[in-house]
C-alpha cells in the first residue's frame, strides 16, 4: 500500500505541490504533537514519582513517630506517681493492673518489668517467670540510664517466651506472587516488633529496674491505615486510583491495605525481585514503577533497619498507576482529535484553492499517460493564455518531433540487442572452453607429479633392494664357509647357524618385494585371474586381529559380477593397507562398511572401504598419496598409501579418497578387467572409470 501511495506522489504534479504546501504544516502540527506528548508524560511521570517520593518520606516520619509515641507512653508510665508507689511499696497487684491497662489502651502486645539483667520481674499477665530478648537496645539502656526505641525481628522461639498466644497470632501464610524472587519458604512465624525499653528508677534515682515493652507489627494494620488515611485523603489521587502503604518483614507482607480483593488484605505477598534486590541487597530506595500483587502502581521503597543496622524489611507507599494512565491518554487523545480535525480543514482549503491549478497540469499529464499507453493524442487548446497554456502548445509539438524519433531509437535498439545477444553467447561458450581446459590442465598436473614422486620412489627401492643383497651375499658366503670349517662341530651350533640362514632368508624375500614394486614388468607373469568379493573375504581373516581388538564390526556389500586379472598377493596388500588404516582410525566399537561392483560400462570393478573414524582434514587430502606423508603421530612411515597406489596404478587401476572431519574416510579402489603395462614404467589406465 505504501509503495502505491509514493508511486502516485512521485507521478502527479497536484500531489507534489499538495505535499509541498501540506509537509511543513503537518511536520511542524506533529513535532509541536511529540514535543507535547513527551514533555507532558515526562513532566507528569516526574510528578508522580516526586509526589510518591514525597508519601513516602511522610511515611517514614509517621513510622518515626510511632515508634517515639511508644517510647513516650512506656516513659509517662515509669514517671507516673501510681507505678512509682506501687513499685517502691512492691504492689504486685496494682503493677499488674497498669500494666494490663497500658497493654489495652496502648496497643502494647506485651509490657514487662525486669531486672537489669533482663530477668522478668513483673508482667502484664500471669506468664511464669522469664527473660526478655538481650540485644543492644538493652545493653544501651542499662549503660547509658536514657529510654530506647528501636525495631527488632523476634523469632518464633522468641515470641514463644513472651507469650504462646503471640507467638500463634503473627503467623501469615506465604502468598505466590508473580515476579517475586524464587522461594521454599511457606509461613513467616517471625515478627517485626516496635520494641522499648524505660529505665526504673528507686527514690535516689539510682535505675533499678526496666520497663521492657514490645508492638508487634504483624497482622497490625493502624499503622498502615493511619498513614494511608493521612497521605492519601479524599480527591487526593485520580478518580479510581487507591493509595497503599505496606510494611514488609524481608520481603513479605505483614502489614498492609493493598487490596486483592474486595474486603481482603493482600497479606503473606512478596515484593517483586526487582524491588527487593534494588532495596534489601542494596540497601538504596526504589522510586519508580512497580508491580505490586497484581497490578502496576507508582511505588516508593524504602529499606527498615533493625536495630543491628540489618537490613530486616521494608516501608512501602505507592497508588494505583492505571487511572493516571487512562486519564492521561484520555486527555492526550482529546487533544489529538482537535488538532487532526484542525489539520482537516486546513488542508482542505488548501485543495479547493488549488484545483485551478492542478486542472491544466492534469490535462496534460492525462494526455502524457495516453501516449505512454500508445495512444496518438494532444493537449490541444486550453483557453489559457498563462504559462500553463504556453507549456500545451509547446508539448504538443515536441510529441510530434518525439514520435519520429521513438521509431528511430527502437530500430536501433532492435539492432543493438540482437549483436549483444550473439556477443554474450559466444564469450559464454569460450569461458565454458576455458574453464574445461584448466580443469583439464590441473588433473594433468597432479598425475604428473605424482608419476615423478612414484618414479623416485621406485628407484630409490632399486637401488636399497641393491646395496642391500651385496652384503646378504657376502654374509651367506662365509657362512657357507663356516660350515665347511665346522665339520662335525657344527651341531653344537646348528640352531644358531639355521636362524642366521632363515634371517638371510627373510631379507631375500623382502628384497624380492621391492625389486617387484620397482620393476612390475618383469613379474607380471603371476597375474591370476581373481573373483572379486572372494578375495575381499580372504583379505577380511588377515585382517580379523586388528578389527577383534578394537570390537569393529564389518558389513560387506557385494554387488560385483566381473573378474579382474590381477596378482592377487598385491590386490591383498593394498586391501589389508586400507583396512588396517580404517581400523586405527575408528574408535572402539565402531563400523566398517566394504562393498563392491562393477564399474561403469561393464567392464572393470570397484572396491569401497569405508569407516567411521576421525576423517582426513581438507588441507592433508591432496597430500594423502605422497611418499612419507603421514598423519599419525606414533608408528606411521607414509609408504602405505604410497605403495598401494604405486600398484593399483601399475595395473591401469585407480584409487580415490573422500573424507569429512569427524564423519570418516572412504577409500574406492578402481581396478581394469586386464592390467596395462608399458615396460617398466608406470601403466596406464585401463577402463576402469567409474
Known amino acids: 500500500m505504501w509503495s502505491s501511495v509514493k508511486r502516485k506522489i512521485a507521478g502527479s504534479l497536484r500531489y507534489k505541490l499538495l505535499l509541498l504546501v501540506l509537509f511543513p504544516m503537518f511536520m511542524i502540527a506533529f513535532l509541536t504533537v511529540g514535543f507535547v506528548v513527551y514533555w507532558s508524560q515526562d513532566f507528569s ?35 507516673s506517681h501510681a507505678f512509682y508507689t506501687a513499685f517502691a511499696n512492691r504492689d504486685v497487684d496494682r503493677i499488674q493492673d497498669q500494666l494490663a491497662v497500658m497493654r489495652e489502651t496502648t496497643g502494647f502486645d506485651f509490657v514487662n518489668v525486669t531486672d537489669l539483667h533482663g530477668r522478668w520481674i513483673l508482667t502484664h499477665n500471669l506468664a511464669p517467670a522469664g527473660a526478655s530478648k538481650l540485644g543492644p537496645l538493652h545493653r544501651q539502656v542499662v549503660t547509658w540510664g536514657t529510654p530506647g526505641v528501636d525495631i527488632e525481628i523476634y523469632s518464633a522461639q522468641d515470641l514463644q517466651n513472651e507469650s504462646p498466644q503471640l507467638a500463634g497470632a503473627v503467623r501469615i501464610p506465604l502468598v505466590e ?9 511457606t509461613l513467616e512465624d517471625r515478627a517485626m ?21 514490645g508492638v508487634v507489627l504483624n497482622n497490625s494494620f493502624g499503622l498502615v491505615d493511619e498513614i494511608r488515611n493521612l497521605v492519601y485523603g479524599p480527591d487526593s489521587l485520580a478518580q479510581g486510583s487507591i493509595g497503599t502503604v505496606t510494611l514488609f518483614l524481608d520481603d513479605v507482607s505483614i502489614s498492609t491495605n493493598v487490596p486483592v480483593s474486595p474486603g481482603e488484605r493482600a497479606l503473606g505477598t512478596r515484593v517483586s525481585a526487582v524491588v527487593r534486590n534494588h532495596v534489601l541487597e542494596q540497601g538504596r530506595t526504589w522510586v519508580d514503577y512497580a508491580f505490586v500483587v497484581n497490578d502496576w502502581y507508582i511505588s516508593a521503597y524504602e529499606p527498615v533497619v533493625d536495630v543491628y543496622g540489618k537490613r530486616v524489611g521494608m516501608l512501602y507507599t505507592g497508588f494505583l498507576e492505571a487511572p493516571f494512565r487512562h486519564a492521561y491518554y484520555h486527555t ?16 482542505l482549503v488548501v485543495v479547493r484553492g488549488a484545483k485551478s491549478i492542478f486542472k491544466p497540469i492534469e ?24 504559462e500553463i497554456g504556453e507549456l500545451a502548445a509547446q508539448f504538443d509539438a515536441t510529441l510530434n518531433l518525439l514520435t519520429v524519433r ?128 572372494r578375495l575381499v573375504d580372504e583379505t577380511l581373516i588377515l585382517v580379523e586381529h586388528e578389527l577383534a581388538a578394537k570390537s569393529l564390526r564389518v558389513d560387506t556389500h557385494y554387488e560385483a559380477t566381473n573378474s579382474i586379472t590381477i596378482n592377487a598377493q598385491e590386490l591383498k596388500q593394498v586391501l589389508v593397507n586400507l583396512l588396517v588404516n580404517a581400523a586405527h582410525a575408528s574408535d572402539s566399537g565402531g563400523r566398517i562398511a566394504i562393498s563392491t561392483r562393477n ?19 581438507a588441507e592433508h587430502l591432496p597430500r594423502v598419496f605422497d611418499p612419507f606423508f603421514t598423519t599419525k603421530r606414533v608408528g606411521g612411515t607414509g609408504l602405505g598409501l604410497s605403495v598401494s597406489y604405486g600398484l593399483l596404478r601399475r595395473y591401469g587401476g585407480d584409487i580415490a579418497v573422500t573424507s569429512e572431519p569427524g564423519r570418516g574416510t572412504t577409500f574406492e579402489v578402481l581396478l581394469p578387467e586386464r592390467p596395462v603395462f608399458l615396460g617398466d614404467k608406470t601403466p596406464m589406465h585401463a577402463d576402469a572409470s567409474a
Open 193 to 213: 516488633l516496635i520494641r522499648a525499653i524505660v529505665p526504673v528508677r528507686d527514690p535516689k534515682g539510682t535505675m533499678v529496674a526496666l520497663l521492657d515493652g
Open 406 to 533: 521513438n521509431e528511430q531509437i527502437r530500430q536501433a535498439a532492435e539492432r543493438l540487442e540482437s549483436t549483444v545477444d550473439e556477443r554474450t553467447s559466444e564469450l559464454k561458450e569460450k569461458n565454458q572452453r576455458l574453464e574445461e581446459t584448466i580443469a583439464q590442465l590441473e588433473a594433468a598436473r597432479q598425475q604428473l607429479v605424482v608419476a615423478e614422486k612414484l618414479a623416485a620412489l621406485g628407484e630409490l627401492t632399486a637401488g636399497v633392494a641393491h646395496e642391500i643383497n651385496n652384503p646378504i651375499a657376502v654374509i651367506q658366503g662365509n657362512m657357507d664357509v663356516l660350515r665347511q670349517e665346522l665339520g662335525s662341530d657344527l651341531d653344537r651350533v646348528q640352531v644358531e647357524v639355521d636362524l642366521v640362514l632363515e634371517q638371510i632368508a627373510r631379507i631375500h624375500a623382502i628384497v624380492d618385494k621391492l625389486l617387484r614394486y620397482s620393476r612390475p614388468s618383469q613379474y607380471s607373469a603371476e597375474l591370476q585371474e581373481v573373483e572379486p568379493n
Open 363 to 386: 490535462s496534460i499529464a492525462a494526455v502524457v499517460r495516453d501516449i505512454r499507453n500508445g495512444k496518438d493524442k494532444r493537449v490541444g487548446n486550453l483557453a489559457k493564455d498563462d
Open 332 to 347: 492526550l487523545g482529546a487533544a489529538l482529535v482537535l488538532l487532526l480535525l484542525g489539520m482537516l480543514i486546513a488542508s
Open 177 to 185: 506472587t508473580p515476579r517475586a524472587a524464587p522461594s521454599d519458604r
Open 599 to 617: 564399474c561403469e560400462g561393464g567392464s572393470g570393478v570397484a572396491i569401497s572401504i569405508s569407516d567411521q573414524g576421525r576423517g582426513i582434514s
Open 45 to 79: 511521570q516526574n510528578q508522580l514519582l516526586r509526589r510518591v517520593n514525597t508519601d513516602l518520606n511522610v511515611a517514614h516520619a509517621s513510622f518515626v513517630r510511632l515508634q517515639r509515641d511508644y517510647l513516650s507512653q512506656l516513659e509517662q508510665l515509669a514517671a
